[in-house]
């Protein structure tokens, strides 16, 4: 190998030395900060779950709590959902009681059967703020909807298929029927009556009652 050819190999190792030797002090350099780096990540990372944690735990609990009101609530409702309907019956009994104390005292029926009659007046204006209403039935045709024919009689006062009696007062609530009425239904002289008994029989629409 010549002199010029040891020159150049000397100098190119002696560069590649410098490089490396560059490259390590650049690692070592950069090391220690990229380790603290992740050390502050992993530990912003920790606080955030620790404050999701916090958050679900608290949501947990106000659910919980939540829950268990609601679960209360329902059952107050429950037993006390007619508080109102009875507060509006309760006159009624006053009154009631009163006529009887007063029947008693004075010894007189009229005075009880006026009593009685009055309570019945208010029984049925408590009803009717409640939305309850007495369904018509006698002169009224036959509506198995809501009427229930217990008998029929022959009648030449009528129309057929009218009703002549009421047996018991039906009534609405609102607009929907909340007991049907029980009625005697007028039928034509060629119909076939029911038993004399007066018991359920079967209404001119064809229904069994």
């Known amino acids: ?106 010894q007189g029926r009229d005075g009880l059967i006026q009593g009685v009659e009055l309570i019945l007046k208010q029984f049925m204006e408590t009803l009717a703020k409640l939305g309850v209403r007495p369904i018509p039935s006698v002169g009224m045709a036959f509506d198995p909807s809501r009427h229930q024919a217990v008998a029929r009689v022959e009648s030449n006062n009528v129309p057929p298929d009218s009703v002549v009696e009421e047996c018991q007062r039906g009534y609405y609530l609102h607009d929907r029927v909340l007991r049907a009425a029980m009625v005697t239904v007028a039928a034509g002289k060629n119909t076939d009556q029911g038993p004399a008994s007066g018991g359920p029989q079967e209404s001119p629409s064809g229904a069994p009652n």
């Open 1 to 106: 190998m010549s002199e010029k050819d040891k020159k150049l190999h000397t100098i190119s190792e002696l560069g590649r030395g410098s490089s490396e030797a560059r490259e390590e002090e650049d690692t070592q350099g950069t090391e220690p900060e990229s380790v603290e780096e992740l050390k502050q990540a992993l530990a912003a990372k920790t606080e955030e779950i620790k404050a999701l944690q916090d958050k679900y735990l608290r949501l947990a609990a106000e659910f919980d709590n939540y829950k268990r009101l609601s679960q209360r609530e329902q059952r107050d409702y429950a037993r006390f959902a007619n508080e109102s309907l009875l507060k509006e019956l309760l006159p009624i009994i006053d009154n009631l009681e009163r006529a009887i104390r007063a029947s008693k005292e004075n």
